[in-house]
């Protein structure tokens, strides 16, 4: 009776917690997963370096059993691995290199999604005192080496690399396009410093980059020059071609003064959204769709002849909208003097209005957690992660023909005369 009774209470109690149950399951297949990788892995190796053996004809890399067993903290809870250990110390000298996982690199504790994650809270105000507490809540009650002391080393350390990231060389950097934006975030900021100003790069490969990460006077124009200043500081010589952005940003100004030949290109996302905002909800559906008509037209011809349609249709009834719309007119249509393969990339912010979502809170600005050096080090931090996933622009093989001043008309190489 006792062990019937034994099984009742532990079916009751595995009724009310399936979640556990659900999340071992989970814990054990990731444990399953990861055994079978790093096994793979090892094999391959193994493979690589069979052919190696000393002078007696013994092999150089040999397996060696398994490394002290270790938890590593993921998203669903601490998972326990056992990592395959070899024995390649004859290759220490040779140019192939000892042996170093590349799934799971050597003194790793917590997968990166871990570590972004404790920015993220950062920006949506939990204190270094409450953080165990909330990744418990997350990562499950196992989860271990995330104590306030140890988030307080990892902010230190961040704001190392910020620093360091700060100065690091462009002299051997060339970009041709550049994005830029002024985010708000409801962190604690200097009264006087009000928003983060970011700037993203695409170089002569082009590879996406981030090239600033600084706080700014309402996206003054002094602030945007002192950012652009210091790119040359730090030994940028050739200015981007082109640089797109949303029209209110005193960046343009700046821009002006310190790379003067770089071309200027309004983000059509941002302007639709303005030009709307301006007309009743009953006919933003129409004016939109005409918007859209402008600036996805296959020539400039097009564009502006249902540029110029707009401004016919709607200027009697809606000035303020026209007014709107004219008022960038030349940089609306910019992206049309550049390769038609790079349009999709340079019409918008939509590159780096991506990259900022989670950390851009459309709201008012609320007196939070964390200082200024503090905010700044976790939207850095953010980026620097984001950046892993950008994607090179499309029709790379055309910005060495940017870059040398060739003329594009209507996206097509002009042919010389």
Request: charged share 30%.
């Amino acid at each position: 009776m006792e062990k019937a009774k034994d099984k009742t209470t532990i079916s009751e109690i595995q009724e009310e917690m399936p979640g556990t149950i659900l999340e071992e399951l989970a814990r054990e297949g990731a444990r399953q997963l990861l055994a079978q990788a790093l096994e793979a892995e090892v094999e391959e190796f193994l493979r690589k370096h069979q052919d190696k053996t000393d002078v007696e004809g013994r092999r150089q890399v040999v397996r060696n059993g398994y490394m002290p067993a270790r938890h590593l903290v993921t998203g669903i809870g601490p998972v326990r691995i056992r990592q395959p250990r070899l024995d390649d110390r004859e290759l220490k000298e040779g140019a192939e290199g000892r042996f170093n996982s590349k799934i799971l690199p050597r003194y790793l504790r917590r997968v990166p999604s871990v570590d972004n994650l404790i920015p993220i809270l950062y920006l949506k105000g939990i204190s270094s005192g409450d953080m165990s507490e909330a990744l418990e809540s997350i990562l499950g009650s196992d989860a271990s080496g995330l104590s306030a002391t140890n988030i307080v080393q990892l902010k230190a350390q961040w704001e190392q690399d910020y620093q360091a990231w700060c100065g690091q060389d462009l002299s051997k950097k060339q970009y041709v396009y550049i994005w830029v934006d002024g985010i708000h975030v409801n962190v604690r900021l200097d009264e006087e410093k009000s928003c983060i100003l970011v700037m993203m790069g695409a170089d002569i490969t082009g590879k996406k980059e981030l090239l600033a990460v600084s706080d700014g006077y309402r996206e003054s124009k002094a602030s945007w020059r002192e950012i652009l200043l210091d790119l040359k500081r730090r030994g940028l010589k050739v200015g981007p071609k082109l640089a797109v952005g949303d029209g209110a940003l005193g960046f343009w100004a700046a821009l002006r003064e310190v790379f003067t030949d770089c071309r200027e290109q309004r983000c059509w996302v941002h302007k639709t959204v303005n030009v709307l905002d301006k007309m009743p909800k009953s006919v933003q559906g129409k004016a939109k769709s005409m918007l859209h008509e402008m600036w996805q037209a296959p020539t400039k011809q097009k564009a502006l002849a249902a540029y110029e349609h707009f401004l016919i249709s709607w200027r009697e009834k809606y000035p303020k909208a026209v007014e709107c719309l004219e008022a960038d007119v030349e940089e609306l249509f910019a992206f049309y003097d550049f390769p038609a393969v790079h349009w999709v990339h340079i019409r918008t912010t939509n590159p780096i209005e991506s990259t900022y979502a989670t950390v851009r809170l459309r709201t008012k600005r609320t007196k939070g957690c964390g200082s200024r050096m503090a905010t700044l080090t976790m939207v850095f931090k953010l980026a620097l992660e984001a950046q892993k996933t950008w994607r090179r622009l499309k029709g790379q093989e055309k910005i060495p023909l940017v870059m040398a001043g060739m003329r594009f008309v209507d996206g097509e190489l002009e042919e010389a005369a």
